[in-house]
């Protein structure tokens, strides 16, 4: 089977991860971490592996709670994105950073990249470019979102030796042996916040479990994880109570599904949590079901200190919201909203996300789903539509004609996707923004 690098050796090898930069027109520090690549490095973790880390975009102001602005730069667009009328920029370090990192880390076995949104493409192109200049040859093994989404285009245009699809598992040591390496099984995984892979730890994100039992039309959850599977209440408190020690009190839940099930997962979580750990604060990134959201729960989560709720209503339209999926109905939100202020969590922390420009909405259909909000009192973050290759409503917009399935997925940017596809006019959009952001200063 070794082909390329013909003999099968088995010692200690020397692996280098990457997690490459974002290219995009705007990108906020919200407590992420490479949480894909952190499981690549428990996985290699159990074998006779040494383990180093480039993370192109630690690089990053914090504002409050550990979030912010990373540090970026202006790039040339892509010749797909020359029409869009804004800067595009790389966030993260330096080029010349990488480089001098990547050659003082030198010399590896082996790269494991990997990458996130598809449209941030160039960025594993870029540092894949930089890997050859300074590496040369070294095999480079690329997984991830957009690795898994776009295997033929990762295969054909990012430079990878090899493209990963789906969740690290043990096929990874066969994608290896591909290249001559035997990993020895040394020892049972150790979770990647004992692996010192970051100097520091300002923040965690934790993910208590993976994939979604829901299967909204526009998510690309169930591509990416096609079961529901929970990690074991206990570890994720272990996992929480590790970094608490090492002085981390920010954590942000990855989750898609954090609140389902929740007698047996997250309530037992956070009844261990809440009042043991001065200090703490939780985040929720990822918009959670308003309909897990009971009095005990809104109880829990005050108790362990809730700092940054974010829920999802999407959509106020009974009839899209139940086509979508129907996930929430307003109804549902009314009521978790109803529970969260009674425990006294404020407008600043609590905010739903609310989408604009799926197909077949007209604005005045997202309009309404503001002025409920702005009822509720909650903020309002208004996230603009763009498909996600293979969910339905994709193949959809295909069947349509709308969009062809060799799209660029750099259109498939939400920047660039409703200036180019949604058909709204871009003033209607910037005054529904603007109103927002009036609103949402408001403190009250
Ligand atoms: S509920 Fe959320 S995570 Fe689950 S499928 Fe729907 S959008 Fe995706």
Redesign the pocket.
Known sequence: MPGKYEKVRTMRYRVLLINPWIYDFAAFNLWARPLGLMRVAEHLSAFDAEMSLIDCTESFGPKQYGAGKFRSEIVEKPDALKKIPRYYRRYGIGADEFTGRLRSLMPVDFIMMTSVMSYWYPGVQKAIELVRAAAGDVPVILGGIYASLYHEHAAMRSGADFVYKGHVRESLNFALYTFGFKLKRKRAALPYHRLNLYKAWPFAPVLTSTG?????S?????LLAPGYEKRPADAVIEEIGELYDQGVRDYAFYD??LLMDSENHIKPILRSIAHNRPGIRFHTP??L?AKGIDAELADLMKASNFKTLRL?L?TINDARQKAT?G?VSPGDMEKAVSLLKQRGFTKNEIGVYLMCGLPGQETGEVREGISFLKSLGVRIYLNEFSPIRRTKLWEELVQKGVIPDNMDPLLTNNTVFPYLYSGHDPEDISSMKLDIKRYNENDT
């Open positions: 979604c039992p829901c299967r909204c526009y998510c690309a959850s169930a898609d599904a990822n918009g079901h999802s999407e999926g996930k």
